[in-house]
Structures are given as structure tokens and as C-alpha cells.
């Protein structure tokens, strides 16, 4: 099995920045693809950002500019450093990622999600 963990939410003052980490662990072989996604109170899950092994980066619209989708592959690990943040950057953060794992099944996980509240 695959695990994520995420790390880095709280509260922040618009304007402010904060750092989300995510690091997956257990029996996996390769990862793919890992990103970040949000969802606020009512609304759908959504995309923010993606990141392939090779560093291909994918942002949202509204977060382009603002945030930075990182990883290291060695850890397992992705990033996403949010600056400027304002009030409706305020969700659930989920981690996400695909790949491989022990036996060679691929594999799609989600984190736990931690909270990111921007105040005005």
C-alpha cells in the first residue's frame, strides 16, 4: 500500500504565504505523477497544481503566479509553496499521486488533507 502525508496548513493573513508537504511512503516502485488539489466548503474538488517526474508543471489559472509546485524525487516528496495568498485560497489541500507499486500494480492515492485558512 501507499500512504501520503501531508504537512504545512494553518492560518495566514492575506498577503501571507505558507508551505504544504507531502510525502508518500510504502511499497512503491515509481511515482508519476503527484499534485495538489483544494476543496472549499460547497464547492467541488479542484486542481491546483500538478508536477510529472521530469518536472513538468501544470498550475490552475488562479493560482499561476502566486504558487509553486515542487518535488523531490528521492524523498518521495512534492511541494507547493503558496504566496500572496488570499481569502478564497481558503480549503482543504489534498496531495495525489500515481505510479507503480510492489508487484507492479500501478497506483493512485490521496492524502488526508490538511487545512489553509486566509484571513482578510
Known amino acids: 500500500q501507499v500512504q501520503l502525508v501531508e504537512s504545512g496548513g494553518g492560518l495566514v493573513q492575506a498577503g501571507g504565504s505558507l508551505r504544504l508537504s507531502c510525502a508518500a511512503s510504502?511499497?512503491?516502485?515509481?511515482?508519476?505523477?503527484m499534485g495538489w488539489y483544494r476543496q472549499a466548503p460547497g464547492k467541488q474538488r479542484e486542481l491546483v497544481a500538478t508536477?510529472?517526474?521530469?518536472?513538468?508543471?501544470n498550475y490552475a489559472d488562479s493560482v499561476k503566479g502566486r504558487f509553486t509546485i515542487s518535488r523531490d524525487n528521492a524523498k518521495n516528496t512534492v511541494y507547493l509553496q503558496m504566496n500572496s495568498l488570499k481569502p478564497e485560497d481558503t480549503a482543504v489541500y489534498y496531495c495525489?499521486?500515481?505510479?507503480?507499486?510492489?508487484?507492479?500494480?500501478?497506483?493512485?492515492?490521496w492524502g488526508q488533507g490538511t487545512q489553509v485558512t486566509v484571513s482578510s
Open positions: 495525489n499521486a500515481e505510479g507503480r507499486r510492489w508487484p507492479g500494480r500501478s497506483f493512485g492515492a
Open positions: 510504502g511499497s512503491i516502485i515509481s511515482i508519476n505523477h
Open positions: 508536477i510529472t517526474t521530469g518536472g513538468s508543471t
